[in-house]
């Protein structure tokens, strides 16, 4: 048998020299910013060559986790590419967490939690005076 003429094991190999490729750092290099923006943070990740379902959200208590795997179409194997947790603090809501991907890039909205004018309360500020 010549193994050159055996098309779906020569695409099964390059398959898995492409993922191979991509775990050690080739072709998904991932870069992942933070920044606040008005009424809450966010979270940008870019991810050349990756496409939308590759990407997965979990919310887990405040624990956002992001990660990416590559479905193969043989033997049905999923190879992780990138894992990603942040913790969240208790002031962001975490009922309106928002998510778009577009241009190779993955968008995450973090927003704060509105406050209620029950939550409100001034503080008063006293004078201490010193005792000579």
């Keep these: 048998m ?6 779906k ?8 020299i492409d993922i191979i490729q991509s775990i050690n750092g080739g072709s998904v290099q991932t870069q992942v910013n933070m920044k ?20 997965n959200l979990m919310l887990e208590s405040n624990r956002l986790v992001l990660f990416t795997t590559l479905k193969s179409e ?6 992780p590419l990138f894992d990603r947790s942040f913790s969240l603090p ?5 009922g309106r967490i928002d998510a778009f991907y577009e241009d190779q890039k993955l968008t995450v909205f973090l927003p704060f939690k509105e406050m209620d004018e029950k939550e409100k309360k001034k503080i008063d500020i006293r004078h201490l005076q010193k005792i000579s």
């Design 74 to 79: 043989y033997e049905g194997i999923n190879q």
């Design 2 to 7: 010549n193994l050159l003429n055996n098309r």
């Design 90 to 94: 208790s002031y962001i809501d975490l």
């Design 36 to 55: 606040r923006v008005y009424q809450g943070f966010e979270v940008t990740v870019w991810a050349p060559g990756l496409p939308v379902e590759a990407f």
């Design 9 to 16: 094991l020569l695409r099964s190999i390059i398959e898995q």
